[in-house]
Each structure stands twice: as C-alpha cells, then as structure tokens.
C-alpha cells in the first residue's frame, strides 16, 4: 500500500553547457532543477507542474565564489555549504554566515543553491533579503547576453521573478566598499525552519575614528525576510538612518520604522503584533551587530595603513 | 514515457527504465530492492532517506532517480566492508543510539560522511550536522554518543593499523 507523494509526469534534460540549457529554457513551461529542494516537493503538491526540467548541476562554470574588481561574484550554481564555507565571503560580508547557518539544514544546505534560492522567490527564503541588503545585483543569461538587474527589482512577488522563457539566472554580484559591516538576525519556531521574521543589516560608516564624535551611517541596506516588504526591502527604515550617528538611539528608531511599514500576516507561525515585535527587535539588534563589525574592518584597515582605502 | 537510468549503488551498476519524476528513494527501494533506506516524511523534513549522492548526504525524497543517472550513491547497505560494520553501525549498537530503527539508517548515513570530514567531532558538531534529522525515540542524546564512540573506535583502529 502506497501513499507515496509523487510529481506529475514531467520530462527531464540534463544542461551540458550555459548555452545547452539556454536553449532548453526556451520552451514553455520548463523550470530549472538544482538543489530541488524547493521545486521538487512543490511539484508533489501540484503546486508546480512544468512540462520539463532542466537539470543544470553539471555546469561547473556556474559554481564559484571569487571576488572581481570591487564586486564579490557568486555563481548561481553556489551551494549554501559553499557560500558558508567560502572564507572570502565571510570576511567581507559576515551577513552571508549569519544567514547561511540558519538556512535550512546542513544536509539540504549541501544541495541547495544561492541561485535557487533567489530563483524560487519564497517570501520566507533568507537570502532574498540579504542580497537586498546588500544592493546586490542579479546577473542573468540569455541567447542574447548578459543584463544586469538589481536584486531589488529581482523578484515580481512571491514565487515570481524577472526572469523570462530563455533566461537563466547566472550570478550574483555585491558591491565590496570599505567601512563596512553586516550581520543577519533570525527567530524560528526551531532549528532548521524558515523565518517567522528576520532582518539583514548592511552598514557602511564614515568619521568618528578619531576623537569623541561618533561614526555616521553613510548607507544603510535593510532586508526583511517573511514580513511581506516590499521587494525584501525596509526603504523607510534606510533612508532615515542615512546621515544619522550610528548608535542605539538610530538603531532602535530604525527597528521602529521597519516594523510600522512592513507588512506581516497571521500564520501558523504567529500573529501580526508579534511579527512587528520581531522586525523592530531583529532590526535593532541587525544594526547594532554589522555597526559593531563596521568598527572592527575599519579599525583594522587603520592599522594596515598600506593597504588602500 | 520512462527514460534510461544507469546508477552505480553501492559499487554495483544498477541500470532500469524508469519514469522521470521517480524519486531516489523509491528507486533505490522499489526498483533495486534496496529497503534499508527509509521513506519518511516526503518533504525533506525527516531525514530518514538520507543517502549519499557523489560522495554527499542527500535527503533522498527530493531527488529525482535520473538525476542520479551516471553517478554514484551509497546507502546504509553499502556501509558494511567485506563483513565487517562500520565503527558507526557498531557505535550505535554499542550506545543503544536506536530504538524504533526508523530514523537509523539516515543517521548513520550522515555520522559516516561527518566522521570522514571532521574525525574527533564534537557533540555540537554532531548536533549541528543531524539537526535536519529527526528521532522520535531517542532524545537525540545516544545517537551522540554512538558517534562519539564511532570517532572514538576509528582512532584506536588507525592506531593499531599504524603500529
């Protein structure tokens, strides 16, 4: 006796180049599989039904962590393990550890992709705000080329990106600048779920390394995971630490603002009020960790003085 | 519509025509007969069809066979080596890490893979890498100690091999 959860009937190519898998993409209602840590349980719920699946894990090309310029370049192929492990990505943007730790599981995390995860567009998928957070910017091929998108123009809604028939997202690009810091914050009902709510803090500071004055905020990126922000985005939130002195008194009007504009809903995981409490919370103590970090690579970087600026 | 699905399991090539939305697990039980890997909660949740794909651990609920096709997996069967069990399988008799079995055979998967990348892990390590697992009957705490004897047994096997 079966109970089994099965996929509808679906047919299967496996990518053997960019290009390959390109022109597979081109026919309608085909999906990229990778991790399929998402899709395939998806497909048993005939919450998704596409006609093929395109298999792209054997295209190394897509799988690697480098940095290029002023930009630390993530392939989409990129594994969560991968992001977590990658050295490079944690000294220049500890946020990617934060949220990687909490990500899922370690064994899901060994097949789960940073393109994936950014692919499937799920409210409560943790990566979506911290390459919000980030200003990162989506790198995505077609026949024709390369465009170029910023990750918050990424996704249209939930489980809806830009990404077209033919398209395939290709790489992740975030800005590296000096004096910065970053930190991710998470509550889950336990080890291993998603976010009842989250926040990302990406801050670049500027003065106060000498004398009594505090630092300021030069820019702030906020993400918010599972709250139903706007492109993952607190907007409201950034634009008033813009300028500010980077201090409790800024941190915790921050968290006010993201929580009074974000938009939860009440679900298994907990009513609006409480959703609110966490934004404000997470939010504050997102900021406090990356200005704490900031202090720390800047403090650093003035003791190397022959290292550029 | 079924496709051809070529998978080396366990070191034995295991070749069948299979539609392409069957999952691993089911290829591995139903196809090849090959039930020591458990079919649990379906949504990569449990942990209990943990297998290794390429040298990795997979839950193997959300994969699909043909895309195993061409590679590798070992499962709990394939822990055993010419009679003998692996110091995991006998970390876990020893240390009672099961009671209902269920759970067990994704365990032991996962503890085998930690074992071969971190040798002397400790509890939060080993916490930390079966915390996508889930037992109902142990508590978690003898499956620690079952790896931790497993860590500690290879040791002393190497030890001997080297002298």
């Known amino acids: ?309 | 519509m079924t496709m051809r699905v070529a998978v080396t399991v366990n070191g034995t090539e295991y070749a069948r025509d299979v539609e392409p939305r069957l999952l691993l697990i089911h290829f591995l039980r139903d196809e090849l007969g090959l039930t020591g890997s458990h079919w649990g909660c379906d949504t990569s949740n449990c942990g209990a069809c943990v297998v290794w794909l390429d040298a990795r651990p997979v839950k193997s609920c959300t994969v699909l066979a043909a895309m195993a096709d061409g590679r590798s997996v070992r499962t709990v069967e394939g822990l055993e080596q010419d009679g003998r069990l692996d110091p995991v399988q006998e970390g876990f008799i020893e240390c009672h890490g099961l009671q209902c079995g269920f759970c067990t055979p994704g365990m032991m998967m996962t503890a085998r893979w930690l074992l071969d990348h971190s040798p002397d892990p400790d509890e939060a390590e080993i916490r930390e890498v079966i915390s996508g697992q889930i037992c109902r009957c142990t508590g978690y705490e003898n499956i620690v100690r079952s790896v931790r004897w497993a860590a500690k047994h290879s040791r002393r096997e190497g030890a001997e091999e080297a002298g």
């Not at chain 1, 180049?17 to 899709?39: E, Y």
């Not at chain 1, 830009?162 to 970053?182: D, F, H, K, M, W």
């Not at chain 1, 966490?278 to 690579?297: F, G, I, Y």
Request: with cysteine; hydrophobic share 45%; aromatic share 4%.
């Open chain 1, 1 to 309: 006796m079966h109970y089994m959860q099965v996929p509808s009937q679906v047919e299967y190519e496996r990518a053997t180049s960019v290009q390959h898998a390109l022109s597979l993409l081109s026919r309608p209602d085909t999906r990229v599989v990778a991790g399929g840590h998402s899709l395939i349980p998806m497909m048993k719920l005939r919450l998704a039904q596409p006609e093929m699946l395109v298999d792209i894990n054997g295209l190394a090309e897509l799988a690697y962590i480098r940095l290029a310029g002023d930009q630390l370049c993530i392939g989409a192929l990129a594994r969560h393990a991968d992001l977590l492990d990658s050295a490079l990505a944690g000294e220049l943007f500890p946020i990617f550890h934060d949220a990687e730790r909490v990500v899922a599981d370690p064994i899901v995390r060994l097949w789960g992709t940073v393109g994936g995860s950014l692919c499937q567009a799920d409210p409560s998928e943790d990566l979506s705000a911290v390459f919000a957070a980030a200003r990162a910017t989506a790198v995505i091929r077609g026949q024709n080329g390369d465009r170029v998108v910023p990750v918050r123009e990424f996704h249209r809604g939930p489980y809806e990106t830009v990404i077209g028939p033919g398209e395939l997202l290709a790489e992740v690009r975030v800005p590296v600048q000096p004096g910065t810091g970053s930190a991710y914050e998470k509550v889950a009902r336990r080890t291993g779920d998603w976010s009842v709510a989250a926040a990302g803090a990406v801050l670049r500071l500027s003065g106060g390394l000498d004398g009594p004055k505090k630092p300021a905020i030069a820019s702030a990126g906020l993400g918010l995971t599972a709250v139903g922000a706007a492109h993952f985005v607190a907007a409201e939130a950034e634009e008033f630490l813009t300028g500010r002195a980077a201090d409790e008194d800024s941190f915790a009007a921050a968290g006010a603002i993201a929580a009074e504009h974000c938009h939860p809903v009440a679900d298994q995981r907990g009513p609006q009020d409480y959703k609110r409490h966490l934004v404000a919370e997470l939010t504050t103590r997102a900021l406090r960790r990356a200005a704490t970090r900031a202090s720390r690579a800047r403090a650093g970087r003035q003791s190397r003085p022959g290292r550029p600026s």
